[in-house]
Structure formats: structure tokens, C-alpha cells
């Protein structure tokens, strides 16, 4: 059974920095392309930043590039989102997700209906 869970949200003021996790299980992390998503309030779910399955290849919202880094640690199936100079704009529920059998080691991906497993969330809510 595919588990993704996130952790790490929390409530921070404006300009602070958070770091978000995702912890694998059930599948063989290191071949997986993942990538992390938002859903604010009343809108859609949307990409907030990708990264390829061996790590080499990352690409970011607009928004976020700059403050946001993603990361993967394939040893310990575990990816993260370091978020930094937090804007009330990010707030957001968090979620990663998971996309089995990528075309190529390198790619990436940006639409959710490109991914195949998803965690439950975590809540970022950056105050004023």
C-alpha cells in the first residue's frame, strides 16, 4: 500500500521559514518523480514546485522561486519543501504527491493529473 505523508506546517509569521517533509512507503521511492502542491482557500489545487526522480532536476511556481527549495533524499525516502521569506499568500495546505514511471530519470511534472498518489496534506498558514 502507497503511503505519503506530510509534516511540518505549522503557523509562522510573514518572513519566517518552514520546512515541509514527505515520507514514502509502499513503493520504490528513488523511481518516482514527485512534486509539491497548494490548496489555499476557495481555489484550486496548484503546482508549487516539481523535482525529477534522481534529484537532478527541480522547477518552481513563479511565486516561490527564490525562497522555495525542493529536495529529495531517495536513501530515506523522504522528500522536502524548505520554504523561506513566507508571504500570507502561501498559505495553504501542502500536499506531495507521486508519479510512478516517469518518461526519463530527468523529467518532471506539473499538472495534478500527471500524478498518480497523494499525501493528505499539511497546513501552512503564514500571518500578517
Known amino acids: 500500500q502507497v503511503r505519503l505523508v506530510e509534516s511540518g506546517g505549522g503557523l509562522v509569521r510573514a518572513g519566517g521559514s518552514l520546512r515541509v517533509s514527505c515520507a514514502a512507503s509502499?513503493?520504490?521511492?528513488?523511481?518516482?518523480?514527485m512534486g509539491w502542491f497548494r490548496q489555499g482557500p476557495g481555489k484550486e489545487r496548484a503546482f508549487v514546485a516539481a523535482?525529477?526522480?534522481?534529484?537532478?532536476?527541480?522547477l518552481y511556481r513563479d511565486s516561490v522561486k527564490g525562497r522555495f527549495t525542493i529536495s529529495r533524499d531517495n536513501t530515506n525516502n523522504t522528500m522536502f519543501l524548505q520554504m523561506n521569506s513566507l508571504k500570507p499568500e502561501d498559505t495553504a495546505v501542502y500536499y506531495c504527491?507521486?508519479?510512478?514511471?516517469?518518461?526519463?530519470?530527468?523529467?518532471?511534472?506539473?499538472?495534478?493529473?500527471?500524478?498518480?498518489?497523494w499525501g493528505q496534506g499539511t497546513q501552512v498558514t503564514v500571518s500578517s
Open positions: 504527491a507521486a508519479k510512478s514511471n516517469p518518461y526519463s530519470s530527468e523529467s518532471y511534472y506539473i499538472q495534478t493529473i500527471d500524478y498518480d498518489y
Open positions: 509502499g513503493r520504490p521511492f528513488s523511481s518516482d518523480a
Open positions: 523535482i525529477s526522480r534522481s534529484g537532478g532536476r527541480t
